[in-house]
Nanobody
Framework: QVQLVESGGGLVQPGGSLRLSCAAS????????IGWFRQAPGKEYEGISC????????NYADSVQGRFTISSDNAENTVYLQMNNLKPEDTAVYYC?????????????????WGQGTQVTVSS
């Protein structure tokens, strides 16, 4: 059974940091690319970062470039999203998703499996 389980969300003050985790099971991890998406209240989903577990390439949306870092531990089948210098506009539900491909995509419909999401709230 395929599972993606996000964790690490919470409430943080502006300028603070959080590290999200995406623990994967039920599929061959290094054959997939893992993406992070988020949905803020009243807004559409936004693809913010992705890592290819086979190639090792990463990409980031402009909105998070320089503040967020994605990494993968293939031995633990886990992808991390280190989020620094958080801003109120980063408040959203964050989801990880798996795509059977060596290459990343920012398109939601190109992903095969999704986690349940974790809430990140940035507020003073």
């Amino acid at each position: 059974q395929v599972q993606l389980v996000e964790s690490g969300g919470g409430l943080v003050q502006p300028g603070g940091s959080l590290r999200l985790s995406c623990a994967a099971s039920g599929f061959t991890f290094d054959e997939y690319s893992i993406g992070w998406f988020r949905q803020a209240p009243g807004k559409e989903y936004e693809g913010i970062s992705c890592i290819s577990n086979s190639v090792g390439s990463t990409n980031y949306a402009d909105s998070v470039q320089g503040r967020f870092t994605i990494s993968s531990d293939n031995a633990e089948n886990t992808v991390y999203l280190q989020m620094n210098n958080l801003k109120p506009e980063d408040t959203a539900v964050y989801y990880c998703a798996a795509r059977f491909s060596d290459y990343c995509s920012s398109q939601m419909d190109e992903y095969d499996y999704w986690g349940q999401g974790t809430q990140v709230t940035v507020s003073s």
